[in-house]
């Protein structure tokens, strides 16, 4: 129906596929990814951050029809993506990103998204993680609230598999659309992803310090509101790992981690 409703032709599905099916086609001669979502809030919500960002670096939305929770996006060719560059050339990838950052920060708030406070509400939850770490994280969290100055339209889920190569520029993909501190979009899975390649560095500790000094340094963001956010985040990503049912035992090893790379 979508395909001759959008005169869509050649759909491939992607390999990788995970809570949404996204396939690589073509409208016409134009390159397109159609992603198809069960949950029509979340959908609709992705239609929206992608038009707020419309023109700051995010891949174009080219029709949506969100009762069919269908959204059609142009494809970024050769589409590459920024992980390819870990971990030879991290550097050049954080440069990337950061900048892209920068740009989209700029884009106006436009329609109704959810602010960072009702993510983090979750960490008021008891969770079977240390408690230790579960109260940092909401002292942490509280703080980061209290002090966040100007409040952004946020990706969300800032890493470099949603950074891809297109023509000789980069675009980001699967924008979240959330509101609060631009640092958290500088923070938690930019510093920690690719996960399972960066925890098997032979010096990970090393490595995570590094990168939260060089984004500060790019972005000239005090490194300790870095890590903050960088904390606060991976507990988050725990507390929805264990929603999911997934194990978290590598998350809690990252978290040691990134204890002694600070110190």
Known sequence: MLSSQWGLRELTPFSDLSYHFVARGYQGDEPIVLKLGCDVSVVEQERNALQAFNGYGVATL????????????SRAIPGKTLTELFPKDDDKALEIVCGLAQKLHQAPIRYS???????????????????????????????LIRTTKTPVLLHGDLHYSNCLSCDKEWVLIDPKGVIGDPVFDLSGC?????????????????????????????????????????????????????????TIDKKLEFLGLLRTAMQ
């Open 113 to 143: 998204f959810p602010r960072l406070t009702q993510w983090l509400a979750i960490l008021d939850k008891e969770w079977e993680i240390p408690r230790m770490d579960l109260q940092r994280a909401r002292a942490l969290r509280d703080t």
């Open 62 to 73: 080219l029709e949506a029809d969100i009762k069919q929770g269908a959204l059609l996006i």
């Open 190 to 246: 930019l510093v920690r992803e690719p996960f399972l390649p960066m925890m098997a560095l032979q010096d990970t500790s090393a490595q995570v310090a590094h990168r939260i000094n060089l984004i500060a340094k790019t972005a000239q963001v005090d490194p300790q509101r870095i890590w903050d956010w960088t904390f606060v985040q991976t507990v988050l990503s725990i507390c929805w790992s264990l929603e999911d049912g997934q």
